[in-house]
């Protein structure tokens, strides 16, 4: 079991980014952080979806404290990915954060609408994943709680109806 701890001092990110220079971006910005994140880069969804259900390879791994998602992949695409993580109950809880080069209105709502927990925009100067990353690593890591992410959702976690307000 991770503790909250662990979480925030040795994170487990999980990067889906198929741009090489991107990933690259990014694991150089989380060694550069207060909180050093050891980051497993996914180059597909479909890699991101073996890692997490622990198939082949990744069958010792630890579930991620986070996931970094780009929209725009081959094959499965982000919404999709988004759409198949937190339909499975021992997957939803883990947060997931789009990353992406668009500004589109519709890549917006749609990636929320598969419930993303956030959406941010690349930066188009390479200097400035530095603050992405911290700004990311200050509120995910030190100023948010999040439950547990491994294991089965509690029952009355599991249904999406909305309740009534009483």
Known sequence: MTTIAERTKFPQVLL????????ILVQRAFKAAAIPGNVAVARTAEIGLSI??????????????????DVDLPYMGGSEFLEVVKADPELRLIPVIVMSSSKAEIDLQETYMAYANGFVTKPFIPSEYDQVIKTIEDYWFQLNETPETHGPVPPLLQEKETLPIA
């Open 52 to 69: 997490l259900r622990r198939e082949g390879g990744f069958a010792n791994g630890r579930y991620p404290d986070i996931i970094l998602l």
């Open 16 to 23: 889906i980014e198929d741009n090489h220079g991107d990933a």
